[in-house]
């Protein structure tokens, strides 16, 4: 059963960086896409970015050009790099694995694997 454990989450000044990593326990690392969401107070979970098994990347709208996922296979480890973060960036971050190799399914109902979630919060 693979175990999925997040860090580098942390407070930040609007229009600053931070880069979150999940590390991925177990096998087939680099058969799987994975992805990030993050779910703010009182919102739904909402999908942030997901990186398919050969590094095709997909990212929801509200992030682009501002946010980068990437992953090391060697190390089992998927990152989000985030700049220019923006007070709306404020949410629990959740690092997931899908249940295949491509991005685009990297979707709430299929991700087979979701990590314990580390806070962002940006300040205004």
């Known amino acids: 059963q693979v175990q999925l454990v997040e860090s580098g989450g942390g407070l930040v000044q609007a229009g600053g960086s931070l880069r979150l990593s999940c590390a991925a326990s177990?096998?087939?690392?680099?058969?799987?896409?994975m992805g990030w969401f993050r779910q703010a107070p009182g919102k739904e979970r909402e999908f942030v970015a997901a990186?398919?098994?050969?590094?095709?990347?997909v990212y929801t709208d509200s992030v682009k050009g501002r946010f980068t996922i990437s992953r090391d296979n060697s190390k089992n480890t998927v990152y989000l790099q985030m700049t220019s973060l923006k007070p709306e960036d404020t949410a629990v971050y959740y690092c997931?694995?899908?249940?295949?190799?491509?991005?685009?399914?990297?979707?709430?109902?299929?991700?087979?694997?979701w990590g314990q979630g580390t806070q962002v919060t940006v300040s205004s």
């Open positions: 997931a694995r899908g249940a295949t190799s491509q991005a685009s399914q990297v979707t709430d109902n299929r991700v087979n694997a």
């Open positions: 177990g096998r087939s690392f680099n058969n799987y896409a």
């Open positions: 990186i398919s098994a050969n590094a095709y990347t």
